[in-house]
């Protein structure tokens, strides 16, 4: 039987309205996203760091 807990209740999910499983839905996606985009967002970093050192290399190339 499973259980969702929020702060310090935790309730079986069978117990909760309709609405109250929606929003536990609702975070399951929500989580997923954030997590897709802090992978993105360290892909995007990993290439600014790249970008930022091939600029360097240009600049050391000018004294």
């Known amino acids: 039987n499973r259980h969702q807990q929020i702060g310090d209740k935790t309730h079986p999910?069978?117990?909760?309205?309709?609405?109250?499983k929606a929003q536990i839905t609702n975070l399951q996606i929500v989580d997923a996203e954030i997590q897709r985009l802090q992978h993105q967002l360290g892909i995007a970093q990993v290439a600014r760091e790249s970008f930022l050192a091939?600029?360097?290399?240009?600049?050391a190339k000018l004294g």
């Open 13 to 20: 999910i069978d117990s909760l309205s309709d609405i109250a």
């Open 54 to 59: 091939t600029l360097q290399s240009e600049f």
